[in-house]
Nanobody, 125 residues
Framework: QVQLRESGPGLVKPSQTVSLTCDVTDGLIIAKFYYWNWIRQAPGKELEWMGAIADDGTTYYGPSLKSRTSISRDTWKNQFSLQLSSVTPEDTAVYYC?????????????????WGQGTQVTVSS
């Protein structure tokens, strides 16, 4: 069973760029027909799909965060990453990486077959 694990800085200051990494084990990020997603959940809010990178490296982004989001991958390390720029306190959330077999563009938990445990990102001065 594939396993995903997020890592990140935890605390960032407003206007900075936060960089998160998802390490994938027991499964390849280049495997056909899989999408590797970033999803977040702010306090008191629903899961929000941020974007995904497909098996061929094509990236997709949610419209509300597209201008500030970049997803990339390192196939040698079998990991993919998220960069979110110009952060504000409203970006405080638990950030998850997750795998899906289709481009979901939604945060519904049942659409994903594997999840990381999540990493807390707090934006504060």
């Amino acid at each position: 069973q594939v396993q995903l694990r997020e890592s990140g800085p935890g605390l960032v200051k407003p206007s900075q760029t936060v960089s998160l990494t998802c390490d994938v084990t027991d499964g390849l990020i280049i495997a056909k027909f899989y999408y590797w997603n970033w999803i977040r959940q702010a306090p008191g809010k629903e899961l929000e799909w941020m974007g995904a990178i497909a098996d061929d490296g094509t990236t997709y982004y949610g419209p509300s965060l597209k201008s500030r989001t970049s997803i990339s991958r390192d196939t040698w390390k079998n990991q993919f990453s998220l960069q979110l720029s110009s952060v504000t306190p409203e970006d405080t959330a638990v950030y998850y990486c997750a795998r899906s077999t289709s481009l979901t563009q939604r945060g519904d938990r049942e659409l994903y077959d594997s999840w990381g445990q999540g990493t807390q990102v707090t934006v504060s001065s």
